[in-house]
């Protein structure tokens, strides 16, 4: 003859026989005792939401995370409480159920599929409401290779995550969740909407780096791919925006000379872009229409001590390159008139785009003086640049 605790409780702590666990019984909130008696999921959830009794729900999975023997009725209880977040509209409850499910869970591999799915809804609470920060590190301290998702969800998590730290210009982080994603993308056969997502996320990685060239190149890539998801003219754009601001090169003026050619390019930017194509120096007020039209990643400056943003060093550039096609020498006065800039910054970019042989030129400093290499066009390049001046003359004259 010998007595078992009600519904085989056990004590959690080494207990010295049954009284003991009774006495520990006592000690435990209403709420508590129902846990262990392992109560209906969703009319303990109801009793809770009547009750408020958030924060105490909060305090019990702190205290019995770790319980084996709860571990399967966790796994029926979550999916109630899933079930309930979607249906509250109180973001604020949400928000406290959700930091105690992570608190308590977010390192049990075993409840990975539950804490994602709260994780992604805490994030976006947090990002509608512009909370940026908090969104992101809802993805904080996630094991990634131990997560216990099929890979397409990890893969959906990963570029999510990924975005928002784009967004906080938390580069390092967001370039290690994308090559993650890369990983996992690899295992992924049947899903071309998180193959574009993880693209478009690598040429915004490029773009906000300052590499514009291969950021273009990334961009345009994907608006030519048939799985883009009715975003192609979106991801065109912004290969448009990124070239224009590029450094001046011979595979820039390569890539620009493609994208004027794009029958599905119009609007604001398409004039910039045949401007620069027809290699026609581009105005105060062409500079400032441009740069309207820019987000801020291309209208920053790369460091505090640039005096140009990475436009309007883009735009000089171009002016320069513009001003060696109209004249064999050329004063330094002359030159700071069509940049906009004093003397001595455009000096300074002349040089720096000869030494990296990006400008055939050579300066005479004594006499103020540029003198450009001349190179004569190829014929074909003159009849595609004069194609493209009378099509420039077309989109203004639509212009509003």
């Known amino acids: 003859f010998f007595f078992q605790a009600e519904d085989g409780i056990r004590d959690f702590c ?108 805490l994030s976006a609470i947090f990002k509608s409401s512009g909370q ?36 906080l210009r938390k580069l390092d982080q967001a370039n290690y969740l994308l090559s993650k994603s890369r990983e996992v993308l690899e295992r992924v056969k049947d899903r071309p909407d998180l193959r574009i997502h993880y693209e478009s996320l690598s040429a915004k990685l490029m773009k906000k780096e300052g590499r514009l060239f291969q950021a273009a190149q990334k961009y345009f890539e994907i608006s030519n791919n048939k799985d883009a998801f009715g975003r192609e003219t979106e991801f065109l754009e ?3 925006a990124c070239i224009l601001c590029a450094e001046s090169s011979t595979q820039k003026n390569r890539l620009i000379s493609t994208l004027a050619k794009d029958p599905r390019l119009g609007g604001q930017k398409i004039w910039a872009l045949l401007k620069v194509a027809s290699g026609k120096l581009l105005s105060a007020e062409d500079k400032e229409r441009l740069i309207s039209t820019l987000d801020a990643d291309l ?78 066009p190829r014929a074909d390049e003159s009849e595609m640049i004069l194609n493209f001046a009378t099509r420039l003359e077309e989109v203004v004259s639509k212009l509003p």
């Open 14 to 121: 080494l207990s010295r026989g049954l009284g003991d666990v009774y006495k520990r019984q006592h000690l435990m909130s209403a709420l508590d005792q129902r846990f262990w008696r392992k109560d209906d999921p969703e009319t303990l959830l109801g009793d809770i939401a009547r009750g408020n009794l958030w924060r105490e729900l909060r305090q019990t999975m702190e205290r019995f995370a770790g319980e084996s023997q709860l571990v399967k009725y966790w796994k029926t209880f979550f999916p109630e409480l899933i079930k309930f977040i979607r249906s509250c509209s109180d973001n604020s409850t949400i928000i406290t159920i959700g930091e105690a499910v992570i608190a308590a869970f977010g390192r049990k591999s075993e409840f990975d599929e539950f804490t994602f799915e709260i994780r992604r809804c």
């Open 132 to 167: 940026l920060l908090q969104a992101a590190n809802v993805f904080l301290d996630i094991n990634w290779d131990g997560a216990g998702l099929p890979d397409h969800e990890k893969c959906a998590y990963l570029n999510e995550a990924s975005e928002l730290e784009l967004e």
């Open 238 to 240: 912004e290969a448009v």
């Open 299 to 376: 209208t920053r400056r790369l460091d505090e001590e640039d005096v140009l943003s990475i436009a309007e060093r883009a735009i000089a550039e171009h002016n320069i390159e513009a001003l060696g096609r109209y004249y064999e020498n050329i004063r330094f006065s002359s030159i700071a008139k069509h940049l906009q800039l004093d003397e001595e910054q455009s000096e300074k970019l002349l040089v720096k785009m000869i030494s990296e042989g990006r400008l055939k030129a050579v300066i005479d400093s004594r006499s103020s003086l540029v003198t450009f290499a001349a190179e004569a």
